[in-house]
């Protein structure tokens, strides 16, 4: 079993940055993929960004490539999103999520275990 608690998601002008944090307990934190998804009203959950086991690959979606950054931090079974550049279109709840395969899926659900969500909503 793996808990997520994610934090840093605010109200923030666009063009703005962010930084999301996903703590994580449990289970080892380096035998999971990780992910940020994100769902706005009305609309479905999708990925944002995923980083592999020991950090070495990482995806984005083409909505965010060149102004997101995922990273992690096995010791401190962290990981990371960094949001510049922000847009009004980057408004959304924003998930943490882990995957036990060898792959970072693009589909929600794949994933294995999910955070509670953070906002971020940016203001044009």
């Known amino acids: 079993q793996v808990q997520l608690v994610e934090s840093g998601g605010g109200l923030v002008q666009a063009g703005g940055s962010l930084r999301l944090s996903c703590a994580a307990s449990?289970?080892?934190?380096?035998?999971?993929?990780m992910g940020w998804f994100r769902q706005a009203p009305g609309k479905e959950r999708e990925f944002a960004a995923g980083?592999?086991?020991?950090?070495?690959?990482?995806y984005y979606a083409d909505s965010v490539k060149g102004r997101f950054t995922i990273s992690r931090d096995n010791a401190k079974k962290t990981v990371y999103l960094q949001m510049n550049s922000l847009k009004p279109e980057d408004t959304a709840v924003y998930y943490c999520?882990?995957?036990?395969?060898?792959?970072?899926?693009?589909?929600?659900?794949?994933?294995?275990?999910w955070g509670q969500g953070t906002q971020v909503t940016v203001s044009s």
């Open positions: 980083i592999s086991r020991g950090g070495g690959s990482t």
């Open positions: 449990g289970r080892t934190f380096s035998s999971y993929a």
């Open positions: 999520a882990a995957d036990s395969g060898i792959v970072v899926p693009r589909t929600p659900k794949t994933w294995d275990y």
